[in-house]
């Protein structure tokens, strides 16, 4: 198990990874299933993290990508991917499987297509959304993760369920 710096390049990256889309705090159960089907494939893990705060504001000829921030106060970013860099240790301990952890910018659904593009990702894994008034107001506006990713690009996307389970008798709560 290896744990690669974040800002790596695509090239640094085996082909026909298995990709991960993470939040802080996301259960760990995501990371574990993904990681469950990296090594059901012989692949390797690509946790990944978005930053929404920020865009895409120009990619070099050479693959770098220069990033404007959208918001003035980025101040605790740094922590939150320190924060998913160990949430992730932790998870996968023991696992066997070789992972590397990327930050990238922007929407994360199209980010993750890209990254997915780039690295010839065999699978991408995400975990449903919290549920709660907030974040139905934000899938509202930007729509769910996954199914953009599964609307928009060929790999197949598997979608964890986190939090609690509705039952079949109760309404969705968004």
Not at 76 to 103: F, K, P
Request: proline share 6%; hydrophobic share 45%.
């Amino acid at each position: 198990m290896s744990d690669a710096a974040s800002d790596a390049t695509p090239e640094a990256v085996p082909t026909g990874a298995v990709i991960v889309g993470v939040v802080p705090g996301e259960p760990p159960r995501v990371v574990r299933e993904a990681a469950r089907y990296a090594k059901a494939l012989g692949a390797p893990l690509l946790v990944v993290t978005v930053d929404v705060t920020r865009f895409v504001a120009y990619e070099d000829p050479d693959g770098f990508v220069q990033t404007a921030s959208v918001d003035l106060n980025t101040a605790g970013r740094e922590h939150e991917v320190e924060q998913i860099r160990d949430e992730t240790t932790t998870a996968l301990d023991g696992c066997g499987v070789e992972w590397s952890l990327r930050e990238l910018v922007g929407d994360p659904a199209l980010a993750i297509k890209k990254l997915a593009e780039q690295v010839k990702a065999r699978l991408i894994v995400v975990g449903t959304r919290k549920r709660g008034l907030g974040e139905s107001i934000r899938e509202f506006f930007t729509g769910s993760v996954a199914v953009r990713l599964a609307h928009r690009q060929t790999r197949p996307v598997l979608v964890v369920p986190i939090g609690e389970i509705v039952e079949d008798d109760q309404d969705l709560p968004w």
